[in-house]
C-alpha cells in the first residue's frame, strides 16, 4: 500500500540534545513538507522540499533542519537551538503546486 | 502575510443535523480550498477540495466558495457522531504552499 511512514511515533528528549525524525514515502510525489501543531492550534510549515537536493524554510524553520538525499525520505531534526520543542510533528506529501496533502500518523515529541 | 481564519468552536450540533463550519481569508489572490478533518491524536486527512466559486458536492458534504467574499464553508448533512472532529481550513494563494487556519473543534451529540 502507498502511504507515509513517520516514525518514531512518540519520543523524549532530553533538554539540550537533537533528535531526528524520519519520514518515508511511496507515492512517488516529488513535494514533502514538515508541520508542527501544537494543542488546539493549526499547522504550522517548518520545511518543504520540492525536489531532491532542495529544500526551503517555510514560516518557523529556527531550530530546525533537515535534507532530501532521496525522493522517498525527508528527515527533520530538531536541534538543541529549538526552544521549545514540544509538539506534535506531521510530515506531508503531495504533487508540488496541489494542495491535496498526503499525511503520516505524526510522531509526538516530549522534552523532559 | 495571507491568512485563514476559523472559528476555533466547539461547535456542537444534534444527530441528524446540518452542520455548518466557516473559513474567512484575507488573499484576493487565493486559487483553491481544502478541507481537512482531524480525529484527535491523529494526522489530518483530506475530505473536499474547490476550485472555483459555487458549490461541491461529494455525499453528506458540500463545500461552498465565494471569492467576491473571501469565505469557504463546509455543510456537513445528516450529523453523524463519527463527524465529530477538528476540522482544518487551508488555503492555496498562489505560491504553491497551503496555509492553514486553526481549526474548527465539532462535537456531534446524539
Known amino acids: 500500500d502507498g502511504g507515509i511512514t513517520q516514525s518514531p511515533k512518540y519520543l523524549f528528549r532530553k533538554e539540550g540534545q537533537n533528535v531526528t525524525l524520519s519520514c518515508e514515502q511511496n507515492?512517488?510525489?516529488?513535494?514533502m513538507y514538515w508541520y508542527r501543531q501544537d494543542p488546539g492550534q493549526g499547522l504550522r510549515l517548518i520545511y518543504y522540499?520540492?525536489?531532491?537536493?532542495d529544500f526551503q524554510k517555510g514560516d518557523i524553520a529556527e531550530g530546525y533542519s533537515v535534507s532530501r538525499e532521496k525522493k522517498e525520505s525527508f528527515p527533520l531534526t530538531v536541534t538543541s537551538a529549538q526552544k521549545n520543542p514540544t509538539a506534535f510533528y506531521l510530515c506531508?506529501?503531495?504533487?508540488w503546486g496541489d494542495g491535496e496533502l498526503f499525511f503520516g500518523e505524526g510522531s509526538r515529541l516530549t522534552v523532559l | 502575510q495571507k491568512e485563514v481564519e476559523q472559528n476555533s468552536g466547539p461547535l456542537s450540533v444534534p444527530e441528524g443535523a446540518i452542520a455548518s463550519l466557516n473559513c474567512t481569508y484575507s488573499?484576493?489572490?487565493?486559487?483553491?480550498f481544502f478541507w481537512y478533518r482531524q480525529y484527535s491524536g491523529k494526522s489530518p486527512e483530506l475530505i473536499m477540495s474547490?476550485?472555483?466559486?459555487g458549490d461541491k458536492e461529494d455525499g453528506r458534504f458540500t463545500a461552498q466558495l465565494n471569492k467576491a467574499s473571501q469565505y469557504v464553508s463546509l455543510l456537513i448533512r445528516d450529523s453523524q457522531p463519527s463527524d465529530s472532529a477538528t476540522y482544518l481550513c487551508?488555503?492555496?494563494?498562489?505560491?504553491?504552499?497551503?496555509?492553514f487556519g486553526t481549526g474548527t473543534r465539532l462535537t456531534i451529540i446524539p
Open positions: 506531508a506529501s503531495s504533487i
Open positions: 488573499d484576493r489572490g487565493s486559487q483553491s
Open positions: 474547490i476550485y472555483s466559486n
Open positions: 487551508a488555503g492555496n494563494f498562489g505560491n504553491e504552499k497551503l496555509t
Open positions: 507515492l512517488n510525489h516529488d513535494a
Open positions: 522540499s520540492q525536489i531532491v537536493n
